[in-house]
């Protein structure tokens, strides 16, 4: 009985992964959803059995119909949601695409309307606050040795326990 109960308190959040690719000039390359009024990233859900870098790189291959190599985590972002329940994304440095990869783009119709390679300052524009954050903080972590932690997309205030 105590078992079910501990079981009942557990979090059960869904997760998704996503790539961030750049250009030359250091722009992140943002996708057009079809079913989403804003711009997102190369991404979607993990499923059963699968790690967040595998879904990644599964997602990249199914809505670019590229294979690029997935570089290091990136970011980490808890993302509570009451209408859809909570989530953990996990988004990762897919580096520099070379001109051949560019050139390989085939978008996954169904999904996708465009891409464009975008600045980080136009993100806002572009996109919703909480996933504008998530990118700008994985941008920053690029130079740091650990991945950027986020709840709703920033940096947690310290707490004492």
């Known amino acids: 009985m105590a078992e079910n109960a501990h079981e009942a308190k557990m979090a059960h959040p869904r997760m998704a992964a996503g790539a961030l690719f750049f250009d030359a000039a250091g722009r992140i390359l943002m996708v057009e959803p079809t079913y989403k009024d804003y711009w997102d990233i190369p991404g979607g859900y993990v499923e059963t059995g699968e790690s967040p870098l595998h879904a990644a790189v599964r997602e990249v291959r199914e809505e670019l119909g590229i294979t690029p190599p997935i570089g290091r985590l ?3 972002d808890w993302a509570p949601n009451e209408a859809e329940g909570d989530k953990v994304l996990y988004l990762f440095d897919g580096g520099q695409l070379s001109q051949d990869q560019l050139a390989s783009i085939e978008l996954q119709q169904d999904e996708l309307k ?7 300052d136009q993100l806002p524009e572009r996109t919703i606050p909480r996933l504008a954050r998530r990118i700008g903080a994985a941008v920053s972590s690029r130079t740091d040795t650990a991945p950027a ?5 920033e940096e947690p ?3 004492a326990a």
């Open 114 to 120: 465009s891409f464009a390679f975008v600045a980080a």
């Open 149 to 153: 932690y986020l709840e709703h997309g």
């Open 157 to 159: 205030k310290n707490r």
């Open 74 to 76: 990136l970011a980490v």
